[in-house]
């Protein structure tokens, strides 16, 4: 069943008789003459304390005058608005009868476009999912446009746009497979793991930016290699002089003798025969080669006999 449309015409009889309104205010250069004059003869006043209640009087006789003007201002515009806000009350009935028949056909219009609409999203979603697949690419990361639900966008100019956005998804993902396989080789030749630096790039790093903090850690990672180097072979060497020390690693002082032209066979003979009891020490000493050789000094003087006895580190 077709519906009827009756078509309206620019000559829709709406006819409205309007005649201006005419104010006037009788002997309206009297009355300004007057309200000035009046007005005149207060301005400029400079009242004392005393004068308060002449003031307050003439305060309010000037508020009378003016509350008399607005209020038959007031009154006036009340009489000539009567006739307007009773046509515009018209004006309103016949617009509402208007409105109310438009409503339900608005909302039918509105629900077969959103119909064709959906339809036309449907096809559209078609599209995608067909040129996603033959790019391998998950539809869902195409980008919908708005523009595609406009029946004035044609389906070869829709097609045209999303296989931009796909072959721009393709080449990226190509080049991210590239940068991933890249990175980890890196991180293969450094004998580290690639995970957190492959997560670090896919977060938006470049693949400069990447490489560069390997090394930087790879960096870190040799110079605190070579300082542990460095603080265990200064610790070995410690261990070592300590092991000799606790050994007996020392300088030995030479045979002395008391004089060079006594053998020691004589030096021993002397210490024999002294009247003191002889006594034999083993003693360990440690110190600089200038003080040994003051040690032996003293030692010849005194006639001290001294046996060396082969140490550990005689060679050091």
């Known amino acids: 069943m077709t519906n009827e449309v009756v078509q309206t015409t620019d000559e829709m009889n709406f006819n409205v008789k309007y ?38 009087a003439v305060r309010s006789n000037l508020n009378k005058m003016s509350k008399a003007i607005d209020d038959r201002r007031k009154e006036i515009k009340r009489e000539i608005n009567k006739p307007l806000d009773d046509f515009e009350e018209k ?49 869902n990361r195409i980008i919908f446009d708005a523009k595609w639900l406009n029946k004035t966008a044609t389906e070869v100019t829709i097609r045209a746009a999303i296989v931009e956005q796909v072959e721009k998804l393709a080449e990226d993902d190509k080049r991210m497979a590239n940068d991933i396989a890249f990175i980890e080789e890196y991180a293969v030749k450094r004998k ?33 290699e070579e300082r542990r180097r460095a603080e265990e072979a200064t610790a070995k060497v410690k261990a070592e002089q300590q092991q000799r020390y606790e050994q007996g690693v020392q300088q030995t002082i030479e045979v002395a003798s008391a004089a060079p032209e006594q053998s020691v066979q004589e030096i021993l003979t002397e210490i024999e025969e002294s009247a003191e009891p002889v006594r034999v020490a083993l003693l360990e000493l440690r110190g600089t080669k200038t003080q040994f050789e003051a040690l032996n ?15 550990a580190g005689d060679n050091q």
């Not at 201006?20 to 009242?47: C, G, M």
């Not at 000094?297 to 140490?311: D, T």
Request: proline share 1%.
């Open 19 to 56: 005649i201006p309104a005419e104010i006037q205010i009788r002997d309206f250069d009297k009355l300004h003459q007057y309200v000035t004059e009046y007005a005149s003869k207060y301005q400029n006043l400079a009242f004392t304390a005393e004068d308060v209640k002449d003031a307050k």
């Open 91 to 139: 004006t309103k009935v016949l617009i509402n009868i208007v409105n109310e028949t438009v409503r339900p056909i608005d909302a039918g219009i509105k629900e077969i476009e959103a119909a064709e609409k959906a339809e036309r999203q449907k096809m559209i979603n078609g599209i995608i999912e067909e040129i996603a697949s033959n790019y391998g690419i998950n539809s």
């Open 192 to 224: 580290i793991d690639s995970t957190g630096w492959i997560a670090s790039y896919k977060r938006g790093s470049s693949v400069t930016d990447v490489i560069s903090q390997i090394d930087a850690v790879e960096e870190r990672k040799r110079a605190e």
């Open 297 to 311: 000094q003293y030692m010849k003087e005194y006639g001290i006999f001294v046996k060396r006895h082969k140490c």
